[in-house]
DNA sequence: AAATATACATAATTTTCTTATGCATAATAA
DNA sequence: TTATTATGCATAAGAAAATTATGTATATTT
């Protein structure tokens, strides 16, 4: 992730969302995918992406199959069962991240 | 910064904003004033915020009195101008960064 | 023919945290 | 009265999660 540079920790949670909602799919695809979605603002790097996918198969969140198209390869990722529950976590955290630094920096909105 | 786990790279904005909104404040002041606003979501930690408030003064953005109080040390914090800027561009970026992952995560929310 | 896009991967480094430890005084609880 | 908790600062070791820099390879566009 870069043009950022904030925030380290969303990563795993932008994947896990992409691929909850989405059949499948391959690395590349995601890295695109978020730049259409947030307009560019947000860049992921191979550099981070692979190791967060190879991080999350080895979890069990995610399931990989590798296929060739093209006469290239892609290797497509599926959420698993333990994935969607991760899913959920993952977006509930962020949730209440957001809700606590909107409480701190912003005294318009209070905690509970 | 504990209890929480998530996005590293907040803090420094935690304590821009809150020095920013009041003259001075010391160190275990600004852990308490985070728990209290944040009705105990996050507790910053000591190995965080000391290094973290080292580093804004290097960086130019505070300024540093120190005064005995009750027998005991306590370093105030005091935001410069400069600090003033920076705050503002930290809020900014935080407030993009929140808008940014909504378009993701919620598909109600598109950018633009 | 060269540059860009597609597609994956890893290593070195940096940033930013957590955890652990250390020192010291004041206030409270057992 | 003694032990624990609270107040107050600090740093070192280690972990986590990025960035940056490479590397390989094929396809497409300029």
Chains 1, 2 share one sequence.
Do not use: C, W
Not at 40 to 52: D, F, H, R, S
Not at 68 to 91: F, H, P
Request: proline share 2%; no cysteine; aromatic share 8%.
């Amino acid at each position: 992730m870069s043009n950022s540079k904030l925030y380290k920790g969303s990563l795993t949670t932008i994947i896990l969302k992409l691929l909850n909602e989405s059949d499948k799919m391959y690395g590349y695809e995601i890295t695109q995918k978020v730049k259409e979605l947030t307009k560019g603002e947000l860049k992921i790097t191979e550099g981070a992406l692979y190791p967060a996918l190879h991080k999350l198969e080895a979890q069990g969140l995610l399931d990989v199959e590798v296929k060739k198209v093209d006469n290239r390869l892609r290797k497509y990722y599926k959420i698993t069962e333990s994935g969607e529950k991760e899913t959920s976590n993952k977006l509930n955290e962020l949730a209440n991240y957001i809700a606590t630094m909107q409480a701190l920096v912003n005294p318009k909105f209070s905690l509970e």
